[in-house]
């Protein structure tokens, strides 16, 4: 005898795509600058905030390597307070 499975719980899908478009309509309206990069720090993304902000076309700058802007003081624990 063969067993045909007819559906999928799809519940989980659902809620990471309705998420992922909330984020995506908080980083695109944001007046704030997004930079979303992979793991080797390559720009693949930038809102229109960053864009506003820094000047930069997206174009210009989507595929180069993001530099960290900040010192270590700056982003140090013990300095969050």
Known sequence: MKTVKFANDITADVNQRAD???????ANETDNAVIITNAQREIQYVNKGFVHITGFS????????????????????KNTN
Do not use: H, T, W, Y
């Open 20 to 26: 992922f478009e909330l984020l995506s309509m908080v």
């Open 58 to 77: 997206a174009d210009l700058v989507i595929g180069k390597r993001k530099r960290m802007n900040c010192s270590k003081a700056q982003v140090s624990p």
